[in-house]
Each structure stands twice: as C-alpha cells, then as structure tokens.
C-alpha cells in the first residue's frame, strides 16, 4: 500500500445533487444554480459520477460506487467529509456544520468496509454536532499521511477542539492558519486550496494570511523531500488544489477536475508528471456546489482482506444500488 495514495475509493452516485443553500454563506467556490433547471442538473450531476467512477475503474483503482436518491441531501456526492480511512484499520465519523448534511452518514457504507477490509475500530465524532463543535473530515484538513501533518485553514467548519481531538487519535500534528481569497473570504475547506501528493504538494500560499506561517507551511511541505508547486489564486477558484494522489497498477494518478487541469500551467504539469499521471475529468455541474473531484472522492487506507477461496474476482467490489436509509 502507497501511505499517501490509496488504490481504492468510495463514491456517491446522487440522484438529487444541487448547489447546497445551507453551505452558500460560507463556501465562496458554490454558484447559484436557481436559475437552472433542477432535474437536468441533477441528471448531469449523477453522469458526472458515473463518468469519473468509469474513469477510475478504467485506470485499475478500485471503486465501491453507491447511489443515493434521498431528497434534503443536496451535497451527499462529497463523502469525504463525513468519513476518512487509516492504515492501521482506523475509520473516522465526522461532525457536519449543515443540518441537511448529517444524514450522508450511512451505516451501509461502514459495514462495506468492515466485510472488505481490516477495520479495528470506528471512532465517531458526529456527536460534538450537539455541541455546535465541527470538524468536517478531509475536506477541512488535508493530510499528510508520510509526515503526519493535518494542515488545517481554520473555519467554522473546523473546529481546534475537534482537530485537536483527531490529531491526537490518529497520530497527526494539527498545522493550522487563517487562509482567504482575494476579497478577503476566508477559505472554507482546506482541500480547495490544497493537495499533498508522494513526492509534490499542490498548495495556494498567497491564500495564507500570515507571512510566517505561509512559510512555515511551504518548509514542512518542503522538508518532506516534496516539490512545493505554488498555485495562484485564481487557478485555486478553479480548483487546481482540490485533486488527490492515487494508486493505480501502473503507477500513481493524479485526479484532477478538466476545469482545475485547465489552469494548470506546463511547468506545473511537467513537476507533477514526474511521479503521476494526470487524470483530468469533467464535472462542471458537481462543481457548482462548490466542491470538485477531491471532494468526491473518499480514499480507502485500509488493507484489503483476502477474498473468500472459491468467490470470483472482483465479486466483493460490485455493489448494489443502494438508496440510503
């Protein structure tokens, strides 16, 4: 198993995506949709899902897709922000700031990884939402899995409570900083501006507030033996910085948005084809909410167990279309 890169992924297949209304006030990357029609868009959202799971299965990642098609759960396409995976066997149930956001917790998909993985245990968080504490997982923290950094830009959406409370789980050191766009809007989800890959980290320094700490970042990134590409703030709102580094047969993927690779410029390009592959996929529609193809896809860190003498071959990745409870 690669430490940073997983080979296998959850996705969320929705039925009823559209821009989140309770998530607009503090997500400056979310566009407002009312003007659209609300089931083309949704139609073309569940495509966009279809496409990028094709995408992967196609590039040898392993891929456990699951349909949703509950009403009141605009964003449940972003599953990780509810859960994370460790090596280790470690899984992690996160606290959600939207209301409508905190039934995308499914018990279906936890057992799925329970049946077809080593699990030692679950720790969930999703109990300091009583308490308006939040913490909303690999989206509001991108980690280093190698350095054991979880850099956090601080929101409302990530709590220093609940990051403490993680780090200390899960063996991470919390980096956080005050991070904002150009007019000053404070950045809502670390993962939009970031990526940490093997041997290169994708990052969005001039978001970082303070001068010191936007050095202390790009210098823990660096001290890792990884190329620091720096990304402006404009291919940031193109979400240049929401990819993820993963696993295939034939060696490390990085899957970006078209829209983020796009804006990539080719010495950019040159640098992170050093170690990966580019994998560019067009979701514009997901991208109206806000989020782009990191926040679509949830990594599996766990060790596969062996399948059963006598099943067939990929028998455990085929999942059922499941409507959530």
Not at 51 to 73: K, N, P, Y
Request: hydrophobic share 45%; net charge negative; glycine share 8%.
């Amino acid at each position: 198993m690669n430490a940073q890169a997983p080979s296998a992924v959850i996705l969320i297949r929705p039925h009823r995506f559209s821009p989140n209304p309770q998530t607009a006030l503090d997500n400056a990357f979310q566009s407002p949709a009312e003007a659209l029609d609300a089931q083309l868009v949704a139609d073309a959202a569940r495509d966009e899902v279809t496409a990028l799971a094709t995408a992967l299965e196609s590039s040898g990642i392993t891929v456990h897709l699951f349909d949703d098609f509950a009403a009141g759960r605009p964003d449940s396409v972003f599953p990780n922000n509810w859960l994370s995976t460790h090596a280790g066997g470690h899984v992690a149930l996160f606290p959600m700031y939207a209301p409508n956001r905190r039934t995308e917790r499914r018990g279906d998909i936890v057992e799925l990884l329970k049946s077809n993985y080593r699990v030692q245990d679950v720790i969930d968080y999703s109990g300091l939402e009583l308490d308006n504490v939040f913490l909303e997982g690999t989206g509001a923290m991108v980690l280093d899995h190698l350095g054991r950094v979880a850099y956090t830009a601080k929101s409302r959406r990530a709590d220093p409570v609940a990051l403490e409370r993680f780090c200390t789980n899960f063996g991470y050191e919390p980096m956080a900083f005050e991070a904002a766009d150009a007019a000053g809007t404070a950045v809502y989800h670390t993962n939009v501006m970031m990526a940490v890959g093997t041997d290169f980290a994708l990052v969005g320094l001039s978001l970082i507030s303070c001068a010191a700490r936007r050095q202390e970042v790009a210098d823990r990134l660096a001290g890792t033996g990884r190329d620091v590409i720096e990304l402006s703030a404009e291919q940031v709102a193109k979400f240049a910085g929401n990819a993820i580094e993963l696993q295939g047969p034939a060696g490390r993927l990085l899957v970006l948005s078209r829209t983020a690779f796009d804006s990539l410029t080719q010495v950019q390009i040159a640098v992170i084809e050093r170690s990966c592959t580019l994998l560019p996929v067009d979701v514009p529609t997901i991208e109206l909410a806000g989020g782009s193809v990191r926040c679509m896809i949830a990594g599996i860190h766990l060790e596969r167990r062996p399948v059963p003498a006598g099943s067939l071959d990929g028998e455990q990745d085929k999942e059922p279309a499941l409507a959530a409870l």
